[in-house]
């Protein structure tokens, strides 16, 4: 199995920057994209962007100019530099990963993590 793991949420005013990180675990026998998601209260849960493991960037319109997504793949770690935060960025932020494990080499992108808060609030 493949476990993430996020970090780094936290109460910034507008504004101000964060950064993410997720970092993978567990029986990893390779990692294609990594991505990062975001729901709102009430909201569905919405692409933030995607980077590939040879570095191929997708973003959100909402997010282009703002956010960065990069990747360590030594450390099977993924980030999420947030600039220019804005009140409509507040939601949960969640890693997901498209990844082979040991136990079966089976390529799944289901693997999401436990979530962390991102609150823009003056």
């Known amino acids: 199995q493949v476990r993430l793991v996020e970090s780094g949420g936290d109460l910034v005013q507008p504004g101000g920057s964060l950064r993410l990180s997720c970092a993978a675990s567990?029986?990893?026998?390779?990692?294609?994209?990594m991505g990062w998601y975001r729901q709102a209260p009430g909201k569905q849960r919405e692409l933030v962007g995607t980077?590939?493991?040879?570095?191929?960037?997708n973003y959100a319109d909402s997010v282009k100019g703002r956010f960065t997504i990069s990747r360590d793949n030594a450390k099977n770690t993924v980030y999420l530099q947030m600039n220019g935060l804005k009140p409509e960025d507040t939601a949960a932020y969640y890693c997901?990963?498209?990844?082979?494990?040991?136990?079966?080499?089976?390529?799944?992108?289901?693997?999401w993590g436990q979530g962390t808060q991102v609150t823009v609030s003056s």
């Open positions: 980077i590939t493991n040879g570095g191929r960037l």
């Open positions: 997901n990963a498209a990844a082979r494990s040991y136990s079966d080499y089976i390529l799944r992108d289901d693997y």
């Open positions: 567990g029986s990893i026998f390779s990692i294609n994209a």
